[in-house]
Nanobody, 123 residues
Framework: QVQLVESGGGLVEPGGSLRLSCAAS????????MGWYRQAPGKQRELVAA???????NYADSVKGRFTVSRDNVKNTVYLQMNSLKPEDTAVYYC?????????????????WGQGIQDTVAS
């Protein structure tokens, strides 16, 4: 089993910054993909930013130039630095990790989601 713990959300004024963290622990063999998604009230969950094991990143057009995704492979943690926040960034943010779970002798591909963390951008 693998556990994800998210932290860093909260309330911030427009133009402010927040940094989200998502730490994975447990029976991790390797991590292929670490991403952040968000879901605003009445809307579908959407990709915000993602970081692959190959080092490539991709971002939603709405956050390019403002958000930065990064990962620490030693800590099995993915971060989302969010700058110049706007009210429309208000949402519940979820991390998603795709990985190989288990040991070198017995492993399987798995997909985990964090519990979600509320970010609110308001005056």
């Amino acid at each position: 089993q693998v556990q994800l713990v998210e932290s860093g959300g909260g309330l911030v004024e427009p133009g402010g910054s927040l940094r989200l963290s998502c730490a994975a622990s447990g029976s991790i063999f390797s991590i292929d993909y670490m991403g952040w998604y968000r879901q605003a009230p009445g809307k579908q969950r959407e990709l915000v930013a993602a970081h692959t094991s190959g080092g490539s990143t991709n971002y939603a057009d709405s956050v390019k130039g403002r958000f930065t995704v990064s990962r620490d492979n030693v800590k099995n943690t993915v971060y989302l630095q969010m700058n110049s926040l706007k009210p429309e960034d208000t949402a519940v943010y979820y991390c998603n990790i795709k990985l190989m779970e288990g040991t070198i002798l017995r492993r399987k591909r798995s997909d985990y989601w964090g519990q979600g963390i509320q970010d609110t951008v308001a005056s």
